[in-house]
């Protein structure tokens, strides 16, 4: 159980929240445990579904966005995004079971998102206080400088979901999968 409650309905949700979260039922056909949890602050709601719109329309492929978040929700221990994301890596992504492993370690089965993976992981053990070798290896990948700050925005998108998961252990509406090493 939830350590602040989930409105059950959108209904139950504040008023200011109630518009956005019919928008995500209508994408995605229903309404997670955890964005109706972040509901119960309609700013922060906003706040996490507009990053989350505009990294969405980013250079970054959506099968590497689910590797991003497939290896910083293991990395800081979070079950619900991992549960998540396997489910969405999986279904909506097309990421295999040897994918997901390797993102879930802070790796790539591909050569180039391993390096946004990588990159990543760095970010995050770092506090984002990477080295210089650490952008150039990402940049040599062939990942353009817009790119390189599209992928920390991904880091920071995730550790504010995974924080409100662990925080507040939102009750996990998708298969269950636990993190295997948080920091």
Avoid: W
């Avoid at 579904?49 to 991003?68: D, H, Q, V």
């Avoid at 396997?86 to 391993?114: C, F, P, Q, V, W």
């Amino acid at each position: 159980m939830s350590r602040i409650p989930t409105p059950e309905t959108i209904s139950a949700a504040p008023a200011a929240s109630q518009p956005l979260l019919i928008a995500v039922e209508k994408m995605l056909g229903s309404t997670p445990n955890m964005v109706r949890l972040i509901g119960n602050s309609p700013v922060t709601l906003e706040g996490y579904l507009g990053l989350n719109s505009a990294l969405g329309k980013g250079r970054i492929s959506a099968a590497t966005r689910e590797r991003i978040t497939l290896d910083i929700a293991n990395f800081n221990g979070c079950d619900y995004c991992n549960s998540a994301h396997t489910y969405l890596g999986k279904a909506l992504a097309k990421l295999d079971d040897a994918e997901i492993a390797a993102n879930r370690t802070g790796r790539s089965t591909d050569a180039k998102a391993d390096a946004a993976v990588r990159f990543a992981v760095s970010v995050a053990e770092a506090r984002g206080r990477v080295t210089a070798q650490d952008v150039a290896a990402v940049r040599n990948a062939g990942y353009s400088d817009a790119e390189v700050v599209e992928i920390v925005g991904h880091v920071a998108l995730n550790v504010l979901t995974n924080y409100i998961n662990e925080v507040f252990e939102t009750e996990i509406d998708f298969p269950v999968f636990e993190a295997g090493r948080a920091a």
